[in-house]
């Protein structure tokens, strides 16, 4: 993957238009830890099968792990976390690293459960670790990179989203296949203790260049009212951040309910569905993530709306594909089905986060960001995975093994909520987006 054009720091990356070798090397390393970030979030969705039959869970059991007990305690953390992050004094770097450190550990200490509750605890502790990063990373990225390029430095760093879901997909089934599913995650879990210190070594606070450099008075922190009513004051980002929630809701569910629709429906091991989920999950979705901040960034320039064109229109035209795939009995004809829905549904990251942070001022960012985070992962993940386990478990008397197809049926369709709102989100850019 790394082998890509796309994330090559040649013309027109992100990468060359940053305005020093800190910035290039600030970037890639945000990108490997926000990799280990979904890494370790994400490899419960390969391992759900196995984990359900050795610790003797239910669906919705499942969906709880794989959601709520991660979710809830990232999206109420979140917020208070970035708006620390937006202190001018706060080192953003040394609490990236932290939260790297304690979502790490978490992740190895679920491979030691023995039960629903310590499994459960366990993730919790990997929700509450893994809050601490993106509003940070957000806020870094922004500071660091002109508006210009914000899309796609922002696209780029979210591709450890597909990245690291791919080699979730990857490395949990085939380690699980030779050594059980505890393995995997000590194993996923363990590399993460090593990277925080990288972080502290390699990376730098750009605020304190910045403080060093001036004699100006750093900006006062905005209250929260005043930032919350600034942040919610633009329809713009309400707009987005219901159409990212429910994209989220969405992708999160599909992600863990779709393996097990292969396994169970198509009959795949867990090393099969895996390596070729991979390629719908990780490579389409990293090709859609570059692509959508690339589109972001080229079409904005001539008009603000088309940032978020690709998104809006994408969606609603990749629908009925999506549906198509959950009907046909090939696997194989499934999964060629589902690679153009996983491009154009993973484009929305880069423009959608770059929206948001030029909709406000700077000491508001990462609280945006988070709030971002808080919808998409209390209603996306906090919900998703749980709500289609719950269907999938209400439709198993009628449907069986068929059941999880039938939720996916659903899903399908609802792609086109987040189109419609992301739809009615560009109309504001124009008149909303700020200019630095």
Same mark, same amino acid.
């Given at each position: 993957?790394?082998?890509?054009?796309?994330?090559?720091?040649?013309?027109?990356?992100?990468?060359?238009?940053?305005?020093?070798?800190?910035?290039?090397?600030?970037?890639?390393?945000?990108?490997?830890?926000?990799?280990?970030? !979904?890494?370790?979030?994400?490899?419960?969705?390969?391992?759900?099968?196995?984990? @359900?039959?050795?610790?003797?869970?239910?669906?919705?059991?499942?969906?709880?792990?794989?959601?709520?007990?991660?979710?809830? !305690?990232?999206?109420?953390?979140?917020?208070?976390?970035?708006?620390?992050?937006? @202190?001018?004094?706060?080192?953003?770097?040394?609490?990236?690293?932290?939260?790297?450190?304690?979502?790490?550990?978490?992740?190895?200490?679920?491979?030691?459960?023995?039960?629903?509750?310590?499994?459960?605890?366990?993730?919790?502790?990997?929700?509450?670790?893994?809050?601490?990063?993106?509003?940070?990373?957000?806020?870094?990225?922004?500071?660091?990179?002109?508006?210009?390029?914000?899309?796609?430095?922002?696209?780029?760093?979210?591709?450890?989203?597909?990245?690291?879901?791919?080699?979730?997909?990857?490395?949990?089934?085939?380690?699980?296949?030779?050594?059980?599913?505890?393995?995997?995650?000590?194993?996923?879990?363990?590399?993460?203790?090593?990277?925080?210190?990288?972080?502290?070594? !390699?990376?730098?606070?750009?605020?304190?260049?910045?403080?060093?450099?001036?004699?100006?008075?750093?900006?006062?922190?905005?209250?929260?009212?005043?930032?919350?009513?600034?942040?919610?004051?633009?329809?713009?980002?309400?707009?987005?951040?219901?159409?990212?929630?429910?994209?989220? !809701?969405?992708? *999160?569910?599909?992600?863990?309910?779709?393996?097990?629709?292969?396994?169970?429906?198509?009959?795949?091991?867990?090393?099969?569905?895996?390596?070729?989920?991979?390629?719908?999950?990780?490579?389409?979705?990293?090709?859609?993530?570059?692509?959508?901040?690339?589109?972001?960034?080229?079409?904005?320039?001539?008009?603000?709306?088309?940032?978020?064109?690709?998104?809006? *229109?994408?969606?609603?035209?990749?629908?009925?594909?999506?549906?198509?795939?959950?009907?046909?009995?090939?696997?194989?004809?499934?999964?060629?089905?589902?690679?153009?829905?996983?491009?154009?549904?993973?484009?929305?990251?880069?423009?959608?986060?770059?929206?948001?942070?030029?909709?406000?001022?700077?000491?508001?960012?990462?609280?945006?960001?988070?709030?971002?985070?808080?919808?998409?992962?209390?209603?996306?993940?906090?919900?998703?995975?749980?709500?289609?386990?719950?269907?999938?478990?209400?439709?198993?008397?009628?449907?069986?093994?068929?059941?999880?197809?039938?939720?996916?049926?659903?899903?399908?369709?609802?792609?086109?909520?987040?189109?419609?709102?992301?739809?009615?989100?560009?109309?504001?850019?124009?008149?909303?987006?700020?200019?630095?």
């Amino acid at each position: 993957m790394n082998e890509k054009p796309a994330l090559a720091a040649g013309p027109g990356s992100p990468l060359a238009d940053s305005s020093s070798a800190q910035t290039r090397t600030m970037l890639w390393i945000l990108l490997i830890v926000y990799i280990f970030n !979904f890494l370790d979030r994400q490899i419960v969705n390969i391992l759900a099968e196995p984990i @359900k039959t050795s610790l003797r869970l239910s669906d919705t059991q499942l969906g709880l792990l794989a959601g709520p007990a991660f979710a809830v !305690f990232y999206a109420l953390l979140g917020i208070p976390i970035a708006r620390h992050a937006d @202190k001018e004094g706060t080192n953003r770097v040394r609490l990236i690293a932290i939260a790297l450190a304690v979502w790490s550990a978490m992740t190895a200490v679920c491979g030691l459960a023995q039960n629903f509750i310590q499994l459960l605890f366990a993730r919790i502790g990997v929700g509450v670790g893994e809050a601490g990063c993106t509003p940070a990373a957000h806020s870094l990225i922004t500071d660091s990179v002109p508006a210009e390029k914000r899309s796609s430095a922002i696209a780029f760093y979210g591709l450890g989203v597909p990245v690291g879901s791919l080699l979730g997909l990857i490395l949990g089934g085939v380690v699980n296949d030779l050594y059980g599913w505890r393995i995997a995650l000590m194993l996923v879990g363990a590399p993460g203790l090593l990277l925080a210190l990288i972080v502290l070594i !390699f990376m730098r606070e750009p605020r304190h260049h910045r403080i060093a450099q001036t004699v100006k008075a750093a900006p006062a922190q905005l209250p929260v009212g005043a930032a919350l009513r600034e942040i919610f004051s633009s329809r713009a980002f309400v707009f987005i951040l219901i159409a990212a929630s429910a994209t989220a !809701f969405l992708s *999160y569910g599909k992600a863990l309910w779709t393996i097990s629709f292969f396994i169970r429906s198509h009959g795949l091991s867990t090393t099969e569905a895996g390596l070729s989920m991979a390629v719908v999950l990780g490579l389409a979705a990293a090709l859609g993530t570059w692509l959508g901040g690339k589109a972001a960034d080229v079409f904005g320039r001539r008009d603000k709306r088309h940032i978020l064109t690709l998104p809006a *229109y994408g969606m609603a035209i990749v629908a009925p594909l999506l549906f198509l795939g959950y009907v046909m009995e090939d696997w194989r004809v499934a999964m060629a089905l589902l690679i153009i829905p996983s491009i154009i549904n993973a484009a929305y990251y880069g423009p959608a986060y770059a929206c948001v942070q030029g909709l406000v001022r700077p000491q508001a960012r990462a609280v945006a960001a988070s709030i971002m985070l808080f919808g998409q992962n209390l209603i996306g993940l906090g919900f998703g995975p749980f709500l289609f386990g719950v269907f999938s478990d209400a439709l198993a008397p009628t449907y069986g093994e068929e059941s999880v197809r039938y939720v996916l049926y659903g899903a399908a369709w609802l792609g086109l909520i987040p189109a419609f709102f992301f739809w009615r989100a560009s109309l504001r850019l124009a008149s909303e987006l700020k200019s630095g």
